[in-house]
């Protein structure tokens, strides 16, 4: 009984691990999409750079939160990029984020210096953990789940603070927010940044879990992304800040769990994007999200999206207030 078990719990484990290494990857996207309003297709290249930046510098015997940092600090960059080409340049957001991603795609495979960077002795990151009797699995549900539980943690602080109030009043009414005097530009910038940093992370975490470090690993990454916050929002229906964000990283494990058992019932990988891209659309019409470009009109907006409707009442969101 415990041989015919253990498949199915490194099936589950395995998935869990790779959901929290993606979690840096949902909750930046919830970040731009769903609390700064912006279609930001930066996170392709933000996440490849993470992961290169991770890999190279972990392979030339770089201490592990130096090269975390590193790759934080370039993801940053990244956003910040997308955000000056859009406020100070006019540039639509949609198209910044494609000139920053095109670009990046030179610098990262520049920085790398080939394609593909393999970590052979990433496990010995995580050795120094106990093991819980699960092995190198169990090594990673711990590290990885207090990297994901300190970001959910200081992500929401932030939001709470009259800057993350400022960001979340950008989004939602951008004409409030500049009746009180809120700098739309300096808080894109901000908030776009902050994004692609945590983007940024997942990569690196992506790549020190699985082994290696890939030029194209981010192709791709805005629809998980967005696939994880919708999964989250649909099943969870937050109706508060905090609460979205604990949603998108379950966002995150059940949706790599839904990849994996796919492929556990013989999906064949070559259908896994079409398997994705299907998913997604089953998720978003579940939830019934309104997203950037998606939504037909203001008003049918604000009737139909709780969170929204609940963050213009200050008696029924007390966060706000």
């Known amino acids: 009984m415990a041989g015919h078990n253990a498949p199915m719990l490194s099936l589950w484990l395995g998935a869990y691990d790779q959901g929290l290494a993606y979690a840096g990857l949902a909750l930046g996207t919830y970040l731009t999409l769903r609390v700064l309003n912006f279609a930001d297709l930066t996170v392709d290249g933000a996440f490849a750079l993470g992961g290169g930046t991770a890999a190279l510098l972990l392979s030339q015997g770089t201490p592990l939160p130096l090269a975390l940092l590193s790759a934080v600090a370039l993801g940053a960059v990244a956003g910040m990029v997308t955000a000056l080409i859009h406020t100070r340049l006019g540039?639509?957001?949609l198209f910044a984020g494609i000139l920053t991603t095109t670009g990046l795609y030179s610098?990262?495979?520049?920085?790398?210096?080939?394609?593909?960077?393999?970590?052979?002795?990433s496990g010995a990151l995580v050795s120094w953990l106990p093991a819980l009797g699960l092995g190198d699995d169990g090594r990673w549900a711990i590290a990885l789940t207090t990297v994901v539980l300190g970001l959910i943690g200081l992500l929401a602080a932030l939001l709470s603070t009259d800057l993350g109030l400022s960001l979340r009043a950008i989004g939602n009414n951008p004409?409030?927010?500049?009746?009180n005097a809120i700098s739309q530009s300096r808080g894109l910038t901000f908030g776009i940044a902050m994004a692609n940093a945590l983007v940024a992370l997942a990569g690196a975490m992506v790549a020190i879990y699985q082994g290696f470090?890939?030029?194209?690993?981010?192709?791709?990454?805005l629809i998980l992304g967005l696939g994880m916050v919708i999964i989250g929002e649909s099943v969870l229906r937050p109706?508060?800040?905090?609460?979205?964000?604990?949603?998108?990283?379950?966002?995150?494990?059940l949706f790599r769990l839904l990849i994996a058992i796919a492929l556990q019932l013989g999906l064949d990988p070559v259908d896994l994007k079409l398997a994705t891209a299907a998913l997604l659309l089953a998720a978003l019409s579940l939830g019934r999200l309104k997203l950037?470009?998606?939504?037909?009109?203001?008003?049918?907006a604000d009737s139909n999206d709780?969170?929204?409707?609940?963050?213009?009442?200050?008696?029924?969101?007390?966060e706000v207030s």
């Open 213 to 221: 470090a890939d030029v194209t690993m981010g192709i791709g990454s």
């Open 91 to 93: 540039v639509n957001d």
């Open 175 to 179: 004409s409030m927010a500049r009746a």
């Open 306 to 318: 709780p969170e929204l409707e609940s963050e213009a009442s200050h008696d029924r969101d007390p």
């Open 239 to 253: 109706r508060s800040v905090n609460r979205a964000l604990l949603a998108v990283v379950i966002g995150a494990i």
């Open 107 to 121: 610098i990262t495979l520049r920085m790398m210096g080939r394609s593909n960077i393999p970590l052979t002795d």
């Open 292 to 300: 950037p470009g998606l939504t037909s009109t203001p008003m049918e």
